[in-house]
């Protein structure tokens, strides 16, 4: 079995963020393996509830709280087994995860992955709104903003606003929790100086920096699949 080198890289975001463009950045490192979207804290957590009701004698109604230690090892080794067979498929040493739902399962993150590495990307609320609505307009497929479009469905650009400040405000408090782990990225930095800011966050990674992966990554990405069909059709980084 593939053991990695460095603790596991998460990238924490609200949706039109500019996440699926840095994970793309990310897999282009030779030393990161970043695949599409998996929802893996959302796996998590769907685990850690069989597992603690598995590991609870039958005759039990309840979990055994006492004994959550053995759910949290059997959850971390189930998704540690399919990052490292995807990490030596790949080629690669490291994981890095990127999905807009990680954000709600923050608790799955810190029981499961205390020592995983945070990539905190912010993008401003405006920017973020009008990207949502055309996003809105172009597809069908469900976004993380679906429940705040439910409450506001006479005025999309309510919801828009309203999960931004949502999403923002809990990775705001998150990073101030973990600021030892947290790294914190603003993605109009990111677009207008990529090469400065993906070296800051390699060098915080752990990684040694590679000047290639700014050109390499979105002439040919690796591994597409879930994510922001826009970031697939780039072939340069350029503000929006």
């Not at 608790?107 to 920017?127: H, N, T, Y």
């Not at 100086?193 to 040694?208: E, H, I, M, S, V």
Request: glycine letters at 4%; charged letters at 25%; a negative charge.
């Amino acid at each position: 079995m593939h053991q990695t080198e460095r603790p596991p890289v998460f990238i924490l975001s609200c949706a039109r963020s500019g996440s699926t463009l840095l994970r793309l950045l990310l897999d282009a490192h030779p030393q990161l393996a970043a695949p599409p979207e998996l929802h893996l804290l959302e796996l998590g957590k769907r685990l850690l509830w069989a597992y603690r009701f598995t590991s609870t004698p039958a005759d039990s109604l309840r979990p055994d709280t006492s004994a959550w230690d053995v759910p949290i090892a059997k959850t971390r080794q189930t998704l540690d087994d399919i990052m490292s067979d995807y990490c030596e498929h790949r080629g690669k040493p490291n994981w890095c995860e990127k999905s807009i739902t990680s954000l709600s399962h923050l608790d799955v993150l810190d029981e499961v992955f205390p020592e995983a590495q945070i990539i905190c990307l912010f993008r401003q609320c405006l920017d973020v709104a009008a990207s949502g609505l055309e996003a809105i307009e172009s597809t069908t497929r469900g976004f993380d903003f679906d429940q705040h479009l439910a409450f506001h469905r006479a005025d999309p650009r309510i919801a828009l606003i309203e999960y931004w400040h949502d999403r923002t405000s809990k990775l705001r408090t998150y990073q101030a929790s973990a600021p030892e782990r947290c790294f914190a990225l603003r993605y109009e930095e990111l677009v207008t100086a990529p090469q400065q800011n993906l070296a800051r966050l390699t060098k915080f990674l752990g990684l040694d920096w590679d000047e290639s992966i700014v050109d390499s990554a979105l002439k040919s990405p690796a591994h597409v699949g879930p994510g922001d069909e826009k970031a697939y059709a780039k072939h340069r980084i350029e503000p929006e």
